[in-house]
């Protein structure tokens, strides 16, 4: 009885391997590539006739002794709807239908969590939600996943036709950047969407092409024993980590919000302060914060308002008894809470933060001025000592995100879409490599390069998006990973959306999305589309002593630059002979920039937006902003 039983399961395995299907990627309301031999692929029994129907085209292909087939359909105009019939020559069955198919242009929008940042947490959501629907927009969300080998199959997932409630969980940059297209072009648009947030450039490239790099090659080496239950493991680790950040312990809860509780024992923190200013090496999990206020009695009897300023990673808050804020991240717009009068007692009252601290990340941000209760006349400061516990809630297992490792989210997300017949490419990523910044011009070079083989296209137009603004006015790594992202511009059909203006000091991922595929598009509609009178933005060409100045030429700009915010260009630092930088005066000439420092009388060198968050504000007259540079380039 075992033995037939395991027989039956291994007979069903062996026809559903081989039954009659299409790739993963051919659905109802795909989009296909136009203007290209179109490329369709599927499974069935080995040695099988199959026929594929496309419009008024016909190819009849015979599956190999693996059972995969594949057609080229002939090239087609914009168009549609169509439907793609597959059926198996001779024999019964039904035929696989995709209906609702169109013919336009495909884009591959892949990277980090930038990329991958849905409309509904970009600016204006709620506007552009309700003003989503476009039939001739689509979107096919690649499933996350990770494998050590190539894999054939994307998974369960479906194309999905642009409205008010598919739009949601779109890419906001895919989208607004497929919005202008079709606006300009009136051709179909179908975006791909491979991405994950949090993620290096090397996991999305082949093992090949790391293997050929002296920089990745031995890094491969320890991967080879990684497989599925490895895989499954760490799953269940990565569920009990999300399973503590989004559902407090009940009864710690419970316990912590009731009036009588005593925090005796709890440590103490000042706030506002971050995680990495309180010497807690490799802390991971829960703090629970307290603090005590007197509300005066001319506060009393009306709705008040908290606001926590800028708090990192995820919190929940709470005010004397009541749950005030669920699991809210730092990425939203606005941490400021309505107070009803009902909640709030004369004299003592009790603030309850429960925060997540992770990924060495957690606390509040300054300034002090922002952390208040108000009722709109008066400010109280919640400013300054708050209680802590850290040992109230397990901590949060240590995963293996494999998803970072090289290669793996190539051969999941990537190698199974290939050949699908695509336009170009949209890419925004590289905070996860700004640890290896400087190297980052290479493995980026080798990912484009690395995909263009793949796809077996040509050169591929590849545009992609340089980091923004981020955190402070520091010199760190960010602005060298910029530089390095321009390193790609090398490469035939590329192009780099410089963000240097949109960014935000206090969250990596900044909701003006819609500027970003702006950007985007504008690259695509002047280089593919032939549009005239798109500037795609100022940029350095070249530098020249000139006594104690450095003339600064910015490249061909007929309207020339201008300076926002004030008349004085800001953002500049020369360096003499000992090559030190300081800030420096800039005076803007048309195309020239002189920059100069009474207190360099032999300038050397000159930079612009070398900060992470820079204070810059030279632009062209199309809205543009001056990408950064620096003169000496290493």
């Given at each position: 009885?075992?033995?037939?039983?395991?027989?039956?399961?291994?007979?069903?395995?062996?026809?559903?391997?081989?039954?009659?299907s299409?790739?993963?990627a051919?659905?109802?309301?795909?989009?296909?590539?136009?203007?290209?031999?179109?490329?369709?692929w599927?499974?069935?029994?080995?040695?099988?006739?199959?026929?594929?129907?496309?419009?008024?085209s016909?190819?009849?292909?015979?599956?190999?002794?693996?059972?995969?087939?594949?057609?080229?359909?002939?090239?087609?105009n914009?168009?549609?709807?169509?439907?793609i019939?597959?059926?198996?020559v001779?024999?019964?069955?039904?035929?696989?239908?995709?209906?609702?198919?169109l013919?336009g242009?495909?884009w591959?929008?892949?990277?980090?969590?930038?990329?991958?940042?849905?409309?509904?947490s970009?600016?204006?959501?709620?506007?552009?939600?309700?003003?989503?629907?476009?039939?001739?927009?689509?979107?096919?969300?690649?499933?996350?996943?990770?494998?050590s080998?190539?894999?054939?199959?994307?998974g369960k997932?479906?194309?999905?036709?642009?409205?008010?409630?598919?739009?949601?969980?779109c890419s906001?940059?895919?989208y607004?950047?497929?919005?202008?297209?079709?606006?300009?072009?009136?051709?179909p648009?179908?975006?791909?969407?491979?991405t994950?947030?949090?993620?290096p450039?090397?996991?999305?490239?082949?093992?090949?092409?790391?293997?050929?790099?002296?920089?990745?090659?031995?890094?491969?080496?320890?991967i080879?024993s990684?497989?599925?239950s490895?895989?499954?493991?760490?799953?269940?680790?990565?569920?009990?980590?999300?399973?503590?950040?989004?559902?407090?312990?009940?009864?710690?809860?419970?316990?912590?919000?009731?009036?009588?509780?005593?925090?005796?024992?709890w440590?103490?923190?000042?706030?506002?302060?971050?995680?990495?200013?309180?010497?807690?090496?490799?802390?991971e999990?829960?703090?629970?914060?307290?603090?005590?206020?007197?509300?005066?009695?001319d506060?009393?009897?009306?709705?008040?308002?908290?606001?926590?300023?800028?708090?990192?990673l995820?919190?929940?808050?709470?005010?004397n008894?009541?749950?005030?804020?669920?699991?809210?991240?730092?990425a939203?717009?606005?941490?400021?809470?309505?107070?009803?009068?009902?909640?709030?007692?004369?004299?003592?009252n009790i603030?309850?933060?429960?925060?997540?601290?992770?990924?060495?990340?957690?606390?509040f941000?300054?300034?002090?001025e922002?952390?208040?209760?108000?009722?709109?006349?008066?400010?109280?400061?919640?400013?300054?000592?708050?209680?802590f516990?850290?040992?109230?809630?397990?901590?949060?297992?240590?995963?293996?995100?494999?998803?970072?490792?090289?290669?793996?989210l190539?051969?999941?997300?990537?190698?199974?879409?290939?050949p699908y017949?695509?336009?170009?490419?949209?890419?925004?990523?590289?905070?996860?490599?700004v640890?290896?910044?400087?190297?980052?011009?290479?493995?980026?070079v080798?990912?484009?390069?690395?995909?263009r083989?793949?796809?077996?296209?040509?050169?591929?137009?590849?545009?992609f998006?340089q980091?923004?603004n981020?955190?402070?006015?520091?010199?760190?790594d960010?602005?060298?990973?910029?530089?390095?992202?321009?390193?790609?511009?090398?490469?035939l059909?590329?192009?780099?959306?410089?963000?240097?203006?949109?960014?935000?000091?206090?969250?990596?991922?900044?909701?003006?999305?819609?500027?970003?595929?702006?950007?985007?598009a504008k690259?695509?509609?002047?280089?593919?589309?032939?549009?005239?009178?798109?500037?795609?933005?100022?940029?350095?060409?070249?530098?020249?002593?000139?006594?104690?100045?450095?003339?600064?030429?910015?490249?061909?700009?007929?309207?020339?630059?201008?300076?926002?915010s004030?008349?004085?260009?800001?953002?500049?630092?020369?360096?003499g002979?000992?090559?030190?930088?300081v800030?420096?005066?800039?005076?803007?000439?048309?195309?020239?920039?002189?920059?100069?420092?009474?207190?360099?009388?032999?300038?050397?060198?000159?930079?612009y937006?070398?900060?992470?968050?820079?204070?810059?504000n030279?632009?062209?007259?199309?809205?543009?902003?001056?990408?950064?540079?620096r003169?000496?380039?290493?």
């Open positions: 009885m075992r033995y037939s039983l395991i027989l039956l399961l291994l007979t069903i395995s062996m026809i559903s391997k081989g039954q009659l299409l790739a993963d051919f659905t109802d309301h795909m989009v296909l590539q136009r203007h290209i031999a179109i490329p369709i599927g499974r069935s029994y080995p040695n099988d006739m199959v026929s594929v129907k496309l419009g008024n016909e190819v009849v292909v015979k599956a190999n002794q693996d059972g995969e087939w594949s057609v080229s359909m002939p090239s087609m914009e168009g549609g709807p169509y439907e019939r597959v059926s198996n001779g024999k019964k069955g039904k035929p696989i239908v995709c209906k609702d198919v013919i242009d495909v591959l929008a892949s990277g980090q969590s930038n990329m991958e940042w849905e409309v509904r970009s600016m204006n959501a709620r506007e552009e939600i309700a003003n989503a629907t476009n039939y001739s927009i689509r979107y096919l969300k690649v499933p996350h996943d990770i494998s080998t190539p894999k054939r199959c994307i997932t479906n194309w999905k036709v642009i409205d008010t409630t598919s739009v949601k969980e906001a940059v895919a607004f950047f497929s919005k202008i297209l079709n606006k300009e072009t009136k051709v648009i179908g975006i791909i969407q491979s994950w947030g949090g993620t450039v090397e996991a999305w490239t082949s093992r090949e092409m790391l293997s050929s790099c002296s920089l990745t090659h031995d890094r491969l080496a320890h080879d990684f497989g599925l490895h895989f499954q493991a760490d799953s269940a680790r990565i569920r009990r980590f999300w399973e503590i950040v989004y559902h407090p312990d009940e009864e710690v809860k419970k316990r912590l919000l009731n009036a009588s509780y005593e925090d005796k024992g440590g103490v923190l000042s706030m506002p302060s971050l995680l990495k200013e309180w010497n807690w090496p490799s802390f999990g829960i703090i629970w914060l307290r603090k005590e206020i007197n509300i005066p009695a506060m009393l009897g009306k709705d008040l308002t908290i606001n926590l300023g800028r708090p990192e995820n919190y929940s808050l709470y005010f008894e009541t749950e005030i804020c669920k699991t809210i991240w730092n939203e717009p606005s941490h400021k809470y309505l107070l009803p009068k009902e909640i709030i007692k004369q004299g003592k603030i309850t933060v429960r925060l997540a601290a992770l990924w060495h990340g957690g606390g941000d300054p300034p002090a922002r952390m208040v209760i108000s009722d709109g006349i008066n400010n109280i400061s919640i400013a300054g000592d708050w209680k516990n850290r040992e109230l809630e397990p901590s949060v297992p240590q995963v293996s995100n494999y998803q970072k490792y090289p290669s793996f190539f051969n999941a997300m990537i190698n199974p879409l290939i017949g695509i336009k170009g490419v949209i890419w925004y990523q590289g905070e996860d490599n640890r290896d910044s400087y190297n980052y011009r290479f493995h980026f080798n990912m484009i390069n690395d995909w083989i793949r796809f077996k296209q040509g050169y591929l137009p590849f545009y998006v980091l923004a981020f955190i402070d006015a520091s010199d760190s960010w602005p060298l990973l910029r530089e390095s992202q321009e390193y790609a511009l090398a490469l059909n590329t192009g780099m959306a410089c963000i240097i203006d949109i960014g935000d000091a206090n969250n990596i991922h900044p909701v003006n999305k819609q500027e970003v595929g702006l950007r985007l690259m695509a509609l002047k280089d593919l589309y032939g549009k005239s009178g798109i500037v795609i933005g100022p940029r350095f060409k070249a530098y020249k002593i000139d006594g104690p100045k450095i003339l600064v030429e910015i490249n061909d700009n007929e309207k020339g630059l201008v300076v926002r004030g008349s004085v260009a800001s953002g500049f630092e020369i360096a002979e000992d090559g030190k930088y800030m420096a005066n800039a005076n803007v000439k048309g195309n020239i920039i002189e920059v100069s420092n009474e207190n360099v009388a032999n300038p050397r060198n000159v930079r937006a070398w900060k992470d968050n820079p204070d810059c030279v632009f062209d007259t199309d809205g543009n902003p001056l990408w950064p540079f003169t000496d380039k290493n």
